[in-house]
């Protein structure tokens, strides 16, 4: 993916040929269409499984992914999976139209579909093309889809006779709006007929206001424009709703909005309520009549609908237009629409994230810049000679700064999206490995909504994939097995994201058979890692686990459930500026923890002295500071330690760690106590000088790998500063412990 | 600031770089009889009493010498590293890469900025920069010396000899 490869090789890869990026271009597209649909195919077949009433925003959903597949993979000449999509996408217009019943069998192979297609991407993406074999296992669903189809539908017992609206009304329905209709009727909702004019040159958002309040109530079935009548200067519409709500309520609720609400009986029915007759030809002004011309303007408003549900999903995945207005729009038949599906992906723009990393750059110089401004403001502020200028200097700093603020955020915000694009993904993986493996696991997600730096996301993926694959792989027994053991036959993997300040916790647990702790154990005292009296508490033998030398023998996978190429997870993980943990109890099940920062481009630091040196210490990793005297200062087995309210807090001193020349010793210093997951440690230094905003950077160089410094940044007049990596510090101080 | 395009700029070699790639590829094209018109373009630079020159192509920028920021549990070599329009480079000091002992920058120090790939971004501490200079191919010599294994070659300079640097070589030594 376009972030992944930003990441490496900035400078010196080749541009690939043409074909090629046309390829991978294609595949990023289409696998973000394809993860999309298969999660709201996944939530469909939960819908009809649990109620069979299903939601029709939900299928107008997947209805337009397939449609937007179809389309892309038609401009890329791939066939087959352009008519796969194709037959995908008739089961979903005929379902949305109520042509096909929800218990249809054709409904039953849309998930099926769903991994044909990912199973055709994959083949591309891997840069084989179509292969003979692919074609002819399209055919072959192709025609089950057929053969579905043609299951006889009930026949529709018309609804829509008995309704007392006029008969030009319901001619001007689309059959979609039709559909609707009928379904609001079947489960026994009011219609009601909303009339309103508003004023031509707005009239679009007048429109979208009135829609969304009448959505709180029911569902806008039909919005058609009302000609004549109203001044030149107005434009008369007639809102369609189908609602639980009773006329005086939805009365109240449009309040301000200057329309009149109308109550649709049915024929014969007495009009519950004192508004005009139902015969809405009467009331209504001019017979309700939308002439073909006026079609295209209910299209217009549609699509310029409010942007309300417009959230960084639809940034993210611009074809699978998630916008639920914008759903709405009628007929969005075969062959007719390839342009209208073109106008919608137009909506959203996908950036290279490398542009938002210049970006990001840009914005990062100006922070820089503007601490200048500030210091100067200070100095000239302390002189009593250039004092008035320094406090005009202060407020433009100060003004600079909300700005710059505002400026930031904007940035990071485009860059943040939710992690359900990674939920989705590693949703393909377990179904896939379902199959593979046999093995029966269910699979909860939950805080899909937590969002999290593009760039990181994407490379939380392959670490995840390999948590949950070791999961599958050696955690979760077979289902006799867990019978066996008197658990449910079937596995639980839950994977579960949550923000907690600064940072996005991701825990991965599984009620698979757990590690044993001897058996880690004896393993790490085979390798020599730890020495065979050593004593150990449970979480630091687990932790062990991560150890390069263990998480690579076979054996111990075997035993103990998890671990295979936890090394790699850790050390990825790290670069990332995260950290991962892991808790497990034998027979019961594994939880790995993963904790990450929001994002990697802006980071608040606090700066450290230390004898002539300085050094940023990322504040999210920062859990408090304080001052302390060397008589607080206690020791422990030759380390020092500090009483912090009643518990031991292990201590470092930064000047030792980094061999600092003539940092002090003895005096009073301050305290950083640092965090990362669930471990924490004392930095001692010599001076806290303040906090800033920083952009790290790579340091460019053949040592650019040094342990414990995570890059560089700008400080001041003090031109570059180290970044000290926190999970690196915290990780090499307890396993010195560990080793001692 | 020139922050708009950082890491493109070269102020202080102008068009060299160009001249040598188009020198460079008339060397590379095949079936070229005229040998004795190939020239190279080397950046000159003085270090220890000696004269040495890295190929011009491989010359980002000239800059300054600025007092580097220390990194810790850096090998000696690595002077620390620098804050370049935006971007962090490391400065590796030449002297000691070359097996000299260090000494104090003076005035004349510079520091060659490499190109390449964020890895070969480098800079090189040198005591003082020269010139550029053309040098046609037939006054090369393979190099005599060859202590740092980061000399392969020599040429001569009107009336001096030029140890010629391979960076790449010299930053792979840098690498252990």
């Known amino acids: 993916m376009a972030a992944r490869r930003s ?36 939530l469909l077949d939960e819908q009809r499984r649990e109620g069979g009433e299903v939601d029709p925003d939900l299928v107008n959903r997947v209805f337009r992914s397939a449609h937007s597949l179809k389309g892309l993979a038609g401009m890329f000449g791939l066939d087959a999976i352009s008519q796969l999509a194709h037959h995908l996408e008739d089961i979903l217009d005929g379902l949305r139209l109520g042509r096909i019943p929800l ?4 409904v039953d192979l849309l998930e099926a579909g769903g991994g044909l297609l990912g199973g055709l991407l994959d083949h591309i993406e891997h840069g084989s093309d179509t292969t003979e074999e692919d074609v002819l296992s399209v055919q072959a669903f192709i025609e089950r889809i057929d053969a579905a189809m043609r299951a006889p539908a009930e026949p529709a017992r018309d609804a829509l006779e008995e309704i007392a609206l006029d008969a030009s009304f319901l001619r001007a329905l689309t059959e979609y709006e039709e559909h609707r209709l009928r379904e609001n009727l079947r489960r026994g909702r009011h219609l009601v007929l909303v009339h309103a004019s508003f004023g031509i040159d707005h009239f679009e958002e007048g429109l979208a206001e009135l829609t969304s309040v009448l959505r709180e109530s029911g569902e806008v079935v039909s919005t058609l424009p009302t000609p004549g009548a109203s001044p030149e200067s107005e434009i008369r519409f007639s809102l369609l709703v189908g609602t639980e709500v009773e006329a005086d309520r939805l009365r109240g609720q449009v309040e301000g909005h200057a329309a009149e609400v109308e109550w649709v009986g049915r024929r014969g029915e007495p009009v519950p309520d004192t508004a005009p007759a139902a015969e809405t030809s009467s009331d209504a002004g001019p017979p309700i ?36 207005t914008a759903t709405e729009v009628p007929a969005a038949h075969a062959d007719s629409s390839s342009i209208e599906s073109l106008r919608s992906i137009s909506d959203t723009v996908r950036v290279d994230i490398r542009k938002l990393d210049e970006l990001m750059n840009l914005v990062g110089e100006l922070v820089i810049q503007r601490n200048a401004v500030g210091t100067l403001a200070n100095r000239l502020s302390a ?8 406090a005009e200097l202060g407020k433009i700093h100060k003004a600079l700064d909300r700005k710059l603020k505002e400026l930031q955020a904007g940035v990071l915000d485009v860059r943040m999206v939710p992690l359900r694009q990674v939920f989705e993904k590693l949703a393909r993986v377990v179904r896939r490995l379902r199959r593979d493996l046999g093995k029966d696991v269910a699979l909860e997600f939950s805080g899909a909504d937590t969002e999290l730096d593009k760039l990181i996301v994407e490379q939380l993926i392959d670490p995840l994939v390999h948590i949950v694959r070791n999961a599958f792989d050696h955690a979760i027994e077979s289902p006799e097995e867990r019978v066996v053991a008197g658990k449910p036959s079937r596995g639980t993997l839950r994977i579960g994201a949550s923000q907690r300040g600064n940072h996005v916790v991701i825990e991965v647990s599984d009620d698979g058979r757990g590690m044993r702790v001897d058996a880690i154990r004896a393993r790490a005292v085979a ?48 670069e990332l500026g995260g950290m991962v943990d892991l808790v497990s109890e034998a027979g019961r099940g594994t939880t790995v923890t993963i904790t990450l920062p929001i994002t990697l481009a802006i980071i608040q630091a606090l700066i450290v002295g230390v004898g002539d040196e300085r050094f940023a210490l990322p504040l999210n990793a920062v859990l408090e500071t304080m001052r302390v005297d060397p008589e607080q200062i206690g020791r422990s087995e030759g380390r020092e330690i500090l009483d912090l309210r009643g518990e031991p807090l ?34 001692l230094v010599d001076r806290l000088e303040g906090q800033q905003d920083t952009v790290i950077k790579p340091i460019k160089g053949p040592y650019q790998q040094l342990r414990g410094i995570t890059g560089a940044t700008e400080y001041g007049d003090h031109g570059a500063i180290l970044v000290v990596d926190v999970s690196a510090v915290i990780g090499d101080a307890l396993r010195r412990r560990e080793a001692a | 600031m020139s922050g708009a395009h950082p890491g493109h700029g070269a102020p202080d070699v102008g068009g060299w770089a160009g001249l040598a790639r188009s020198a460079a590829a008339a060397l590379e094209s095949p079936g070229g009889g005229i040998e004795e018109c190939l020239v190279r373009e080397l950046l000159v630079f003085g270090l220890d009493d000696s004269t040495y020159a ?40 030449l002297r000691r890469s070359l097996g000299f002992a260090g000494a104090s920058p003076g005035p004349k120090s510079r520091i060659i900025v490499l190109h390449g790939d964020v890895d ?17 191919e037939e006054s090369f010599w393979p190099a005599v010396s060859g202590d740092s294994g980061s000399v392969v070659e020599m040429c001569r300079s009107e009336d001096r000899f030029v140890s010629v640097l391979d960076v790449d070589r010299l930053l792979g030594v840098a690498d252990d």
Do not use: W, Y
């Open chain 1, 103 to 106: 218990e249809s069998p054709a």
């Open chain 1, 650 to 683: 292990a201590l470092r001193r930064l000047g030792e760690e980094f061999e600092i020349p003539c940092a002090s010793r003895g005096e009073a210093q301050f305290v950083v106590v640092l965090g990362m997951g669930e471990q924490r440690l004392g930095l």
């Open chain 2, 120 to 136: 070969r971004v480098t800079g090189l501490l040198v005591d003082s920069v020269e010139a550029v200079l053309r040098i046609s």
């Open chain 1, 289 to 324: 009549g939308a002439s073909a011309q006026a079609r295209p303007l209910e299209d217009h408003t549609a699509r310029e609908a409010p942007a309300a549900h417009t959230d960084h999903t639809a940034r993210e995945a611009p074809a699978a237009h998630t916008d639920h």
């Open chain 2, 54 to 93: 890295i190929p011009v192509e491989r010359v980002r920028e000239i800059v300054r010498m600025r007092a580097p920021t220390r990194v810790p549990r850096a090998p000696d070599r690595l002077l620390g590293v620098i804050a370049l329009r935006g971007e962090v480079v490391e400065v590796i000091d």
């Open chain 1, 7 to 42: 990441s490496k090789g900035r400078d010196g890869a080749q541009p690939p040929e043409q074909a090629s990026r046309d390829r991978h271009e294609f595949v990023a597209e289409a696998e973000e269409i394809l993860e999309r649909m298969t999660g709201d195919l996944s």
């Open chain 1, 527 to 574: 390798r020599g890692l730890v020495g065979a009296d050593e004593t150990l508490t449970r979480k630091e033998v687990m932790n062990l686990v991560f150890e390069a030398g263990l998480s690579t023998a076979e054996s111990v996978s075997e035993t103990s459930g998890r671990g295979v190429g936890m090394d790699v997870v850790r050390a990825n993980l790290a």
């Open chain 1, 383 to 390: 002189n009593l000679q250039t004092a008035r200028v320094g």
